[in-house]
């Protein structure tokens, strides 16, 4: 290895490690999602989902919400909201098609959004996702991903981590008494 080609390099190298550095969070593991409430993280799910659905196919989705508890930091404990959303039955056009239109309302509520197409799946789909489909989440936890085949469409959505309690969030189920 030629080390006079590199060391011009290692200087810039170092700038951008150093640069990273200092944008880093200062090691708070947990991740922290936007400062909003349970309420207004689930409404923004919600809202997100039901354009997807209108967007794609309106009628005949099974969908499942609940609330997860995420690890507590300094400020008290935490929860995440997750909305899973399956529909298995001809859809009203062509999966490509359907997925810009998908597109278009994730774009006007703020999403970041990348298209993908996945061969390997049965059936092959198109797969909207903020962030890129499989390269995790957000720094906050939150993920957000729709992919539709031929007769399938998929939503999923995981909001970041926000301030609440999830004891005030679930009903409890009173125990059965002996």
């Known amino acids: 290895m030629n080390t006079r080609i590199l060391a011009p390099l290692v200087p810039a190298g170092l700038a951008l490690a150093l640069l990273l550095t200092a944008c880093a ?8 999602g936007p400062d909003m409430t349970p309420e207004q993280v689930k409404a923004q799910i919600m809202d ?10 309106p009628d005949g989705w099974d969908v499942n919400g609940s609330w ?16 899973l959303a399956s529909r298995t039955a001809p859809l009203p056009a062509a999966p490509a098609d359907l997925i810009v239109q998908a597109q278009k309302a994730w774009q ?20 909207l996702s903020d962030p890129p489909y499989l390269t995790g989440t957000h720094s906050d936890g939150s993920y957000y991903a729709l992919d539709i085949g031929d007769g399938v469409a998929y939503f999923e959505a995981y909001s970041g981590c926000v301030p609440g309690d999830i004891f005030q969030l679930v009903p409890s189920t009173p125990s059965p008494t002996p």
């Open 25 to 32: 969070p200062a090691g708070d593991p947990t991740p922290k």
């Open 48 to 57: 997100l989902y039901q354009a997807s659905a209108a967007a794609t196919a």
């Open 68 to 83: 997860s508890a995420c690890p507590d930091d300094a400020s008290g404990p935490r929860v995440r909201w997750n909305l």
């Open 108 to 127: 006007e509520r703020g999403h970041d959004v990348t298209v993908e197409r996945d061969t390997n799946l049965t059936p092959p789909r198109w797969i």
